[in-house]
């Protein structure tokens, strides 16, 4: 796997912030309560998975000053709403 590159990282980053929404938005109408946690759960996993991204050296992260903490919110609260 090739290295991210900076423009990659800020859009990751930036495109994390849909996760965060989706975390926080209440549940649809049309959404069974199964399907509201499915959602919720995808998405903290999501969040979970792209704070867990690693330069090709497996050991460095891929990320620097960015600020997380919206997205460390909506994981504790997303993990509320199904565990």
Do not use: C, P
């Amino acid at each position: 796997m090739a290295e991210f590159t900076t423009d990659e990282i800020a859009t990751i980053f930036k495109n994390a912030g849909d996760s965060v929404t989706a975390i926080n938005q209440a549940k649809d109408s049309y959404e069974t309560d199964d399907e509201y946690k499915a959602r919720v759960k995808r998405n903290v996993e999501h969040l979970e998975t792209i704070k867990a991204y690693k330069k090709e050296d497996d050991t460095t992260s891929i990320w620097t000053s960015e600020d997380f903490t919206a997205i460390n919110a909506a994981i504790t609260s997303g993990k509320s709403k199904y565990e």
